[in-house]
């Protein structure tokens, strides 16, 4: 920087502004360093020779010398309007700093002043003022001292920390919203989805359950079975055979009272008399004959034949069923057929049992049409007849268990060990509850003409209903015989006994005919037998001609009527 200016301005002094970028410019002062605001300090410096001065160019009329009067009463104005004039940017940075206001009597030598920009001063040179009165500097020298700068020259402002927090305040306000919008949707989301799944499984239990029981189409193998759908061996039941015994007629019919525990429905399935089983001592037998021997041996046969686990025998005799009916009051039933008073001792009398839908039945009616079997028709008709008697029955019956024991313990019947009162009592009740609501049906074990049980009785009944496995007698052991006698002489029919026994075959006995025939047969109704009855007939000496085909009992293979041409061995 030069130590010297020409006209009132220097190298590094103002131009035509009168302003330069170290400091004034006027002669006569020079710049010796700046005060703690950053503002330059001037001092008036010495008179010397500039051998530059006759050089410089004249100065223009526009310009004047500068005067501190006139600085300082300009500048004195500027404070009284606005209290705040212009700072100096140190840093070039174009910000403006605040400045400080100037004393209003004039111009203080002993203050630095901001520098005022350009437009501002435009006209301090025709502004009187003060005369300045530099500040003593450090001694005059080729160049000027070195400005100092302090640390506590410069200030920073910081934010206020309440608008901190308070914005701090507000993101987390935001941010704590959004996730509780978050969690909300959270949420719904996991509702809807335990919604569906929740109501997925309500369908899928409900179809499972449709299916269980055999009501979806195309799932029930027909009316009389409910629980195709399921496992035959996965299913529960109790089973409890009921005889029928006519005290007056004679004759026996049998049921097999069915309650299936795991599908909740109850059968009452009917037996033949003729479905063949087999004895005690392993030779072929009929139903009827194995009620007649006994409760025990006519449920281990079935137990046999069938594959079942019957529980106990119920032996019902006929006055015990009149007085059933009668203690629940009487039934309601869709008799087949006009049923005559067993009583009547004159012809044309009335019916007791009128055919017709929804007859009222008394306890003596009830018995009349389970025990009925007219002209013509086959032991099924009046098995039927029995089978709906029942069910109408166990319709009536209390559904209590408590009650159900009382009226059995009324009745006064002695039962075949190991069935008990309460045992019955309770087994009755639970039918009967099954009969109320409907999940109650009637159906008859289908057997053919020999007694024996066909694949349809195998697949259906016995292994649907009953849950067992049917066994019928192996044909191949010892061809029976049913053998009646017709000579009309006593003991014929043991010795042919003793006979055909001898040459291994099984005899059944068929009674003794009320009448006598001159010649015997030996009838055989498969031709498979034929050979066995051509033997059975070598075996009572009788000749070849009386070997022939036609009806069998069910129970046998070979039937034999011996005749008066019959010579037993002595």
């Given at each position: 920087?030069?130590?010297?200016?020409?006209?009132?301005?220097?190298?590094?002094?103002?131009?035509?502004?009168?302003?330069?970028?170290?400091?004034?410019?006027?002669?006569?002062?020079?710049?010796?360093?700046?005060?703690?605001?950053?503002?330059?300090?001037?001092?008036?410096?010495?008179?010397?020779?500039?051998?530059?001065?006759?050089?410089?160019a004249p100065q223009q009329p526009s310009q004047q010398q500068y005067d501190p009067q006139q600085y300082g009463q300009y500048y004195g104005q500027?404070?009284?309007?606005?209290?705040?004039?212009?700072?100096?940017?140190?840093?070039?940075?174009?910000?403006?700093?605040?400045?400080?206001?100037?004393?209003?009597?004039?111009?203080?030598?002993?203050?630095?002043?901001?520098?005022?920009?350009?437009?501002?001063?435009?006209?301090?040179?025709?502004?009187?003022?003060?005369?300045?009165?530099?500040?003593?500097?450090?001694?005059?020298?080729?160049?000027?001292?070195?400005?100092?700068?302090?640390?506590?020259?410069?200030?920073?402002?910081?934010?206020?920390?309440?608008?901190?927090?308070?914005?701090?305040?507000?993101?987390?306000?935001?941010?704590?919203?959004?996730?509780?919008?978050?969690?909300?949707?959270?949420?719904?989301?996991?509702?809807?989805?335990?919604?569906?799944?929740?109501?997925?499984?309500?369908?899928?239990?409900?179809?499972?359950?449709?299916?269980?029981?055999?009501?979806?189409?195309?799932?029930?193998?027909?009316?009389?079975?409910?629980?195709?759908?399921?496992?035959?061996?996965?299913?529960?039941?109790?089973?409890?055979?009921?005889?029928?015994?006519?005290?007056?007629?004679?004759?026996?019919?049998?049921?097999?009272?069915?309650?299936?525990?795991?599908?909740?429905?109850?059968?009452?399935?009917?037996?033949?008399?003729?479905?063949?089983?087999?004895?005690?001592?392993?030779?072929?037998?009929?139903?009827?004959?194995?009620?007649?021997?006994?409760?025990?041996?006519?449920?281990?046969?079935?137990?046999?034949?069938?594959?079942?686990?019957?529980?106990?025998?119920?032996?019902?005799?006929?006055?015990?069923?009149?007085?059933?009916?009668?203690?629940?009051?009487?039934?309601?039933?869709?008799?087949?057929?006009?049923?005559?008073?067993?009583?009547?001792?004159?012809?044309?009398?009335?019916?007791?049992?009128?055919?017709?839908?929804?007859?009222?039945?008394?306890?003596?009616?009830?018995?009349?049409?389970?025990?009925?079997?007219?002209?013509?028709?086959?032991?099924?008709?009046?098995?039927?007849?029995?089978?709906?008697?029942?069910?109408?029955?166990?319709?009536?019956?209390?559904?209590?268990?408590?009650?159900?024991?009382?009226?059995?313990?009324?009745?006064?019947?002695?039962?075949?060990?190991?069935?008990?009162?309460?045992?019955?009592?309770?087994?009755?009740?639970?039918?009967?509850?099954?009969?109320?609501?409907?999940?109650?049906?009637?159906?008859?074990?289908?057997?053919?003409?020999?007694?024996?049980?066909?694949?349809?009785?195998?697949?259906?009944?016995?292994?649907?209903?009953?849950?067992?496995?049917?066994?019928?007698?192996?044909?191949?052991?010892?061809?029976?015989?049913?053998?009646?006698?017709?000579?009309?002489?006593?003991?014929?029919?043991?010795?042919?006994?003793?006979?055909?026994?001898?040459?291994?075959?099984?005899?059944?006995?068929?009674?003794?005919?009320?009448?006598?025939?001159?010649?015997?047969?030996?009838?055989?109704?498969?031709?498979?037998?034929?050979?066995?009855?051509?033997?059975?007939?070598?075996?009572?000496?009788?000749?070849?001609?009386?070997?022939?085909?036609?009806?069998?009992?069910?129970?046998?293979?070979?039937?034999?009527?011996?005749?008066?041409?019959?010579?037993?061995?002595?």
């Amino acid at each position: 920087m030069n130590d010297r200016h020409d006209a009132g301005y220097g190298a590094e002094g103002y131009g035509a502004d009168g302003y330069g970028a170290e400091g004034y410019g006027a002669e006569g002062y020079e710049l010796v360093g700046y005060d703690e605001y950053g503002n330059p300090v001037y001092r008036q410096a010495p008179a010397a020779y500039d051998p530059y001065a006759q050089q410089q160019a004249p100065q223009q009329p526009s310009q004047q010398q500068y005067d501190p009067q006139q600085y300082g009463q300009y500048y004195g104005q500027q404070g009284q309007q606005s209290q705040q004039g212009y700072g100096y940017d140190p840093y070039a940075t174009g910000a403006q700093q605040p400045s400080y206001p100037y004393d209003q009597a004039g111009y203080d030598p002993q203050q630095s002043y901001a520098r005022p920009t350009a437009e501002q001063t435009a006209h301090i040179p025709q502004q009187a003022g003060p005369p300045a009165e530099p500040e003593p500097a450090a001694a005059p020298g080729p160049e000027a001292a070195a400005p100092d700068y302090r640390t506590e020259q410069f200030a920073f402002v910081e934010e206020p920390t309440d608008d901190s927090e308070d914005v701090i305040d507000w993101l987390a306000f935001t941010e704590n919203r959004t996730e509780r919008r978050e969690e909300a949707r959270r949420r719904a989301r996991s509702r809807v989805i335990a919604l569906v799944v929740v109501l997925a499984l309500v369908a899928v239990g409900g179809a499972g359950w449709l299916w269980y029981a055999g009501k979806l189409p195309g799932t029930s193998s027909g009316g009389d079975d409910k629980g195709a759908a399921t496992a035959a061996g996965a299913q529960q039941r109790d089973v409890i055979a009921v005889h029928l015994h006519d005290t007056k007629k004679g004759g026996t019919s049998t049921a097999l009272l069915v309650n299936n525990t795991t599908t909740k429905r109850g059968t009452v399935v009917l037996l033949p008399n003729a479905l063949t089983l087999t004895g005690d001592d392993g030779t072929p037998t009929t139903l009827a004959k194995s009620v007649a021997a006994g409760p025990d041996p006519a449920r281990t046969a079935l137990d046999t034949a069938l594959g079942t686990d019957i529980e106990g025998s119920w032996r019902l005799d006929t006055p015990y069923l009149q007085n059933l009916v009668d203690l629940i009051g009487t039934i309601e039933a869709d008799t087949d057929a006009d049923v005559p008073d067993p009583a009547a001792k004159k012809k044309g009398q009335a019916p007791l049992v009128h055919k017709g839908e929804r007859q009222t039945l008394s306890g003596k009616a009830a018995v009349a049409y389970a025990t009925y079997r007219g002209p013509g028709e086959s032991a099924d008709a009046q098995l039927k007849r029995f089978g709906q008697v029942m069910q109408r029955v166990l319709r009536k019956l209390s559904s209590d268990p408590q009650g159900a024991t009382t009226t059995v313990q009324t009745l006064g019947m002695i039962l075949d060990p190991p069935l008990t009162d309460r045992d019955l009592g309770t087994f009755l009740a639970g039918l009967s509850d099954l009969a109320k609501g409907g999940d109650f049906t009637t159906t008859t074990l289908p057997v053919g003409k020999d007694g024996r049980l066909g694949a349809e009785a195998a697949d259906g009944v016995v292994k649907e209903v009953l849950g067992g496995t049917a066994e019928n007698p192996d044909k191949d052991a010892a061809v029976s015989v049913w053998v009646r006698d017709a000579t009309g002489a006593k003991g014929s029919a043991g010795k042919a006994r003793v006979t055909l026994l001898n040459g291994g075959f099984t005899f059944l006995e068929g009674g003794t005919a009320t009448g006598t025939e001159s010649t015997s047969r030996v009838v055989y109704a498969d031709a498979a037998d034929r050979e066995n009855a051509a033997e059975v007939a070598k075996t009572l000496g009788l000749p070849a001609g009386a070997v022939t085909k036609g009806e069998v009992a069910a129970n046998a293979r070979v039937a034999v009527t011996l005749g008066q041409d019959y010579k037993p061995a002595s």
